[in-house]
């Protein structure tokens, strides 16, 4: 239990300052940045107070937030994506969700994949219309969408094989 | 009320959802407006330790880039002291009249940001060093934005590349005036408009402030134009503006007070009653 909530804690405060120091000046052809701050929430235990889990990605959301000046737009997409997460899980991994018994360290790099695409691809697309804030430029929303999501879904899975599937 | 109770606690995860998401929503329509959250901005104690400590390691990589800069802005100033044909001898100044209009502070960027469509950056100068809102920010090429947050030793600013931002600004050769706005596509280029058809404009003209607002002194270069075309009515002229400054490059930057803009203000405040 403590170990759990040190390694969350370490995760937190190194994935935000990854976050606001290096992937929010990358700038990749103009405007594509990944946001990879989004692992903690996909990495966070399961089965954990959902309260609290809550609460962590919307702090999470808005301490990103305060670094790039943008309102409240990344603590709104980190609500809903933590908020929608048990569907992305039961989506993705179907039974092994129901007995609760998924380890992101042994689970099937495939079921993985698709965890983390579509949990980026609904974060990303509340946070490009909030930034925006304009339906007139839908297209400019999608298209920043696909794009940042590519970037943020390879670095994410490569994150999470790197870091979190040594212990086998 | 029991009842109550019950829906409360059986759907306690859903309402604090709701509850989060409306804060958040909330942030995001303030900071659509001109004047941005009070509250979530990066010009804190927090955020402006990280980026101070960030920034001064970046700093060395630049230093090359700024000492041309320096070395260039110092060849123009001095040409300008050289040519100037105005008698320097100090017998001749009147004390009374030579009073200073602006006090300028210089300033290093931590944050800088180009590609959303409300770009902020964050200077290390703030209220111990008298850094007030609305207050204009410009390099030694040209304008940057204005103050908007400011903390006890950090401050945002507003730049020209945000939605919100409306600068006063004119033509340099004929001083017909209009006001510049950015599109959110390129951050090479704003966009000035409503000057009137009358106006000669002419691609490679220089564009610079207007100085009809009290934030910035006329006559500060922003760019030039690049295209321009006859808006929909007919009546005025939509420019495209190339920009002087490299926004997504930018290290030191000065920071203007206009010593008379209370006066100015309160004058204005009075006739408009």
Not at chain 1, 65 to 85: E, K, P
Not at chain 2, 152 to 179: D, E, F, M
Request: hydrophobic fraction near 40%; charge should be neutral.
């Amino acid at each position: 239990m403590n170990n759990v909530t040190v390694s969350n804690t370490v995760r937190f405060i190194l994935l935000l300052l990854v976050q606001v120091m290096l992937c929010n000046n990358i700038n990749f052809l103009g405007y594509i940045n990944p946001y990879i701050y989004i692992i903690f929430i996909f990495l966070f235990p399961i089965r954990e107070n959902r309260a609290l889990f809550l609460l962590l990605s919307f702090m999470l959301g808005l301490l990103v937030d305060m670094f790039s000046d943008s309102g409240g737009v990344h603590a709104a997409a980190s609500v809903v994506l933590a908020y929608a997460r048990p569907i992305l899980l039961k989506t993705s991994f179907g039974m092994l969700y129901e007995h609760h018994s998924i380890k992101f360290s042994t689970t099937e790099i495939g079921s993985l994949i698709t965890y983390v695409t579509f949990g980026t691809l609904l974060h990303h697309l509340v946070l490009f219309s909030l930034e925006i804030f304009n339906i007139s430029s839908i297209l400019l929303i999608l298209q920043k969408t696909l794009f940042s999501s590519i970037f943020t879904i390879i670095l994410s899975i490569l994150i999470i094989i790197l870091f979190s599937r040594n212990k086998k | 009320m029991q009842q109550i109770f019950n829906f409360v606690i059986k759907n306690k995860t859903f309402l604090l959802f709701l509850l989060l998401l409306g804060i958040a929503l909330s942030l995001t329509i303030q900071s659509h407006s001109y004047h941005r959250s009070k509250f979530i901005n990066s010009a804190n104690g927090l955020t402006g330790g990280v980026y101070s400590l960030s920034n001064s390691f970046d700093q060395y990589f630049d230093l090359k880039d700024e000492n041309k800069l320096l070395s260039e802005e110092n060849k123009r100033l001095r040409e300008q002291l050289l040519n100037s044909s105005q008698n320097l001898d100090s017998s001749y100044i009147d004390t009374k009249y030579s009073e200073t209009k602006y006090r300028v502070t210089i300033a290093n960027v931590y944050k800088n940001s180009y590609s959303l469509t409300n770009n902020i950056l964050t200077i290390n100068k703030g209220k111990n060093d008298s850094i007030k809102q609305d207050f204009g920010v410009i390099t030694s090429k040209g304008i940057v934005g204005i103050i908007d947050n400011t903390s006890n030793n950090y401050a945002t600013v507003l730049s020209i590349l945000s939605k919100t931002s409306r600068i006063n600004a004119k033509l340099k050769s004929t001083r017909h005036i209009g006001s510049l706005k950015w599109n959110t596509d390129n951050p090479e280029f704003v966009q000035l408009e409503d000057v009137s058809k009358f106006a000669p404009v002419k691609v490679g003209d220089t564009i610079e402030t207007g100085g009809e607002s009290s934030i910035f002194p006329q006559g500060i270069g922003i760019g030039t134009i690049a295209s321009f075309e006859i808006d929909i009515t007919g009546d005025t002229y939509n420019i495209e503006v190339k920009l002087f400054n490299d926004m997504t490059n930018i290290g030191t930057v000065y920071i203007l007070e206009n010593l008379d803009s209370s006066e100015i203000k309160a004058l204005q405040d009075s006739s408009n009653e």
